[in-house]
T-cell receptor, first 110, second 112 residues
């Protein structure tokens, strides 16, 4: 069974902290990877795509390690508005199936 | 405004009464997908469609049907709903599986 595993948390961090999430995937043929953010009872929204070379968007940095089959998300200078559940997603090679992790809950505390 | 719409947003029904949840996107996306989200289980893919008249099963297709007669619409059909199908359902679309998926607002279904 192809799976994506995440630490469910919750991660409770103070404002301004740096927090890192890891996600592992079991399908070595997976080609596309994403981080989504989901607020309570709302639809998921794309936070970042994850590229082999790594990518950064402001306070957010995503990394992909194919050899170890894990993806990471780093959030620097955490804001209260970063409080949400973060979902890791992997797709299969030649397949349109997408597999979501169960999500990691982050609470940023004043 | 580019969006994915779902209807109804909330539905309470009884076991065995056929229902359809509609999904429509106005972005000319080829790829559409249905998910259900349950506490402790996360988002699980039910069915997906790569284009008109092309659909395939996801991880949890049992008890569901879909159709893709037009590019913009991808309805989810529950022929005989059961209580274990009580869940939060999301429809999503994208140009391609490797690109960002846009999610609808969700449909909260309760089957009694």
């Amino acid at each position: 069974r192809k799976e994506v595993e995440q630490d469910p948390g919750p991660f409770n961090v103070p404002e301004g902290a740096t927090v890192a999430f890891n996600c592992t995937y079991s399908n070595s043929a997976s080609q596309s990877f994403f981080w989504y953010r989901q607020d309570c009872r709302k639809e998921p929204k794309l936070l970042m795509s994850v590229y082999s070379s790594g990518n950064e968007d402001g306070r957010f940095t995503a990394q992909l390690n194919r050899a170890s089959q894990y993806i990471s998300l780093l959030i620097r200078d955490s804001k209260l508005s970063d409080s949400a559940t973060y979902l890791c997603v992997a797709s299969g090679a030649g397949s349109y199936q997408l597999t979501f992790g169960k999500g990691t809950k982050l609470s940023v505390i004043p | 405004e580019a969006q994915v719409t779902q209807n109804p947003r909330y539905l309470i029904t009884v076991t065995g009464k056929k229902l359809t949840v509609t999904c429509s996107q106005n972005m000319n996306h080829e790829y559409m997908s249905w998910y259900r989200q349950d506490p402790g289980l996360g988002l699980r893919q039910i069915y997906y469609s790569m284009n008109v008249e092309v659909t395939d099963k996801g991880d949890v297709p049992e008890g569901y049907k879909v159709s893709r007669k037009e590019k913009r619409n991808f309805p989810l059909i529950l022929e005989s709903p059961s209580p274990n199908q009580t869940s939060l359902y999301f429809c999503a679309s994208s140009f391609d599986k490797s690109l960002e998926q846009y999610f609808g607002p969700g449909t909260r279904l309760t089957v009694t």
